[in-house]
């Protein structure tokens, strides 16, 4: 990516969060870098293809910043932080730009739903790989089902509950589904290297 483009995606990102999508226009994210229209859609054709990537880049940032909180960190400490992370957004308002997205740009919220639940498969399964070579997982898991299983749970069946009982606070929920996941997948080691270190959701 060029600096220009880089430019363009980091300033129209940091709009369609305070604004949305809808309401930034194009006259307004080139008014902000001084550049002209025709630059503007030399680089992006159609507004389309600048939501694509700003989403993108915004999916690579929230992947990297998780990369560094549990780079060097065993399997279980790394599948903690993950479950805690997102169960910490799915208590969050949705954003403006995830609403505008997709409300006026299905096709990619869409597809990127679908992809976002790849990457919690494949990372998963990776994470599953490493706990057994670490000696903290159990040797027979069904890595596939498992992690769909998982993929799903992630994503539904916590929003769900919350839905259903509201008064169940998201600390405690949370505690509940790493207790569930963690419980299924480790070994005897695993679950005393948990019961040692006291591995629950911070406050």
């Known amino acids: 990516m060029d600096s220009l483009t880089e430019n363009i995606v980091l300033t129209a990102s940091k709009m369609f969060n305070q604004f949305g999508i809808r309401r930034v226009s194009i006259d307004d994210i080139c008014n902000e870098l001084h550049i ?8 992006f054709p ?15 940032l ?16 790394s599948l903690i932080i993950v479950i805690r992370e997102l169960k910490n957004n799915a208590d969050k308002d949705p954003s403006v730009f995830f609403y505008d997205l997709k409300k006026y740009y299905p096709k990619i919220y869409s597809k990127f739903k679908e992809e976002r639940a790849i990457r919690i498969r494949h990372n998963f399964e990776k994470n599953l790989r490493q706990g057994i070579e670490e000696g903290y997982y159990r040797q027979d898991l069904d890595i596939e089902l498992i992690s769909l299983f998982h993929s799903i749970q992630i994503q539904y ?12 606070n998201r600390k405690r929920l949370t505690d509940f589904f790493i207790d569930l996941v963690v419980t299924l997948i480790t070994n005897e080691n695993g679950l005393k290297y948990i019961n040692e270190n006291n591995k629950k959701t911070e406050n």
């Open 36 to 43: 002209s229209k025709k630059t503007f859609y030399n680089i």
């Open 157 to 168: 069946s916590f929003e769900e509950m919350r839905k259903i009982s509201p008064k169940i």
């Open 62 to 77: 929230k992947e990297e910043n998780l990369e560094k909180i549990y780079k060097n960190k065993n399997a279980i400490d």
């Open 46 to 60: 159609q507004k389309e293809n600048l939501v694509k990537m700003v989403l993108d880049f915004q999916i690579k």
